[in-house]
């Protein structure tokens, strides 16, 4: 690999590479991204120039071995499926430039971590089992939210109503497989850049007054 002295994107999906392997990923300084997801990788070194990095499927211990990362550029984080504590994984990160974050079906028991991702614009949280309890926190991470999808989670119409005028720019949001009723659209007209959302397999009946 060390011939490969301009490589950008790796992708080793489902490979057998371990935490071992890994640490040879050191020697490529211009690597930008990697894919490792249903690896047996559960921490990798820390790579100056990446900007993307899939650990999908993982049983993730820490994205990285450093404890602080000093101007880290990773922009897109994929853990979907990975099995992780949110707030041990990230919270010490700096992750301030992340924009997206795919957390499908993965394990997440709290929202803490995010606060560190302000910048964070594209959020998947499908499959994750949260419930209305979570929605508060986004008031602390959402202003630059424009894509969320809690499909299939516990989130009811109170949920949605906690998120009014906490994502100013959200555009697109799916909440396939939830919980909420027709009280939903109360709430959904405080979403002042909504373009798309989706209802399907929800209790909306069509039968309330304001619809």
């Known amino acids: 690999m060390q011939a490969l002295e301009h490589l950008e994107h790796l992708d080793l999906w489902g490979s057998k590479v371990t935490n071992k392997g890994a640490q040879d990923l050191k020697i490529l300084k211009l ?16 790579l100056d120039s990446l900007t993307r990095l ?16 000093v101007g880290c550029l990773l922009k897109e984080l994929f853990l979907s499926g990975s099995e992780f504590s949110l707030r041990d994984s990230i919270s010490s990160l700096n992750l301030q ?15 803490d971590a995010l606060v560190h991702m302000q910048e964070l614009s594209i959020l998947d949280l499908s499959y994750t089992g949260l419930s209305d309890a979570f929605m508060p926190k986004f008031s602390e991470f959402g202003k630059n ?4 999808d809690l499909s299939n989670t516990k989130i009811g119409s109170e949920g949605i109503g906690a998120l009014a005028g906490h994502v100013p720019k959200l555009e697109q949001l799916s909440l396939s497989g939830t919980l909420v009723d027709d009280h939903v659209f109360a709430y959904l007209v405080h979403f002042p850049a909504l373009c798309s959302v989706n209802l399907s397999s929800t209790k909306v009946e069509g039968k309330h007054p304001f619809i």
């Open 54 to 69: 899939n650990l999908c499927n993982c049983s993730v211990e820490s994205i990285f071995q450093e404890d602080i990362i």
């Open 31 to 46: 690597l930008k991204s990697v894919n490792l997801a249903m690896t047996e990788v559960t921490v990798i070194p820390c």
């Open 97 to 111: 430039n992340v924009h997206l974050l795919d957390l499908a079906s993965a394990r997440v028991r709290d929202l």
């Open 145 to 148: 939210l424009t894509w969320l």
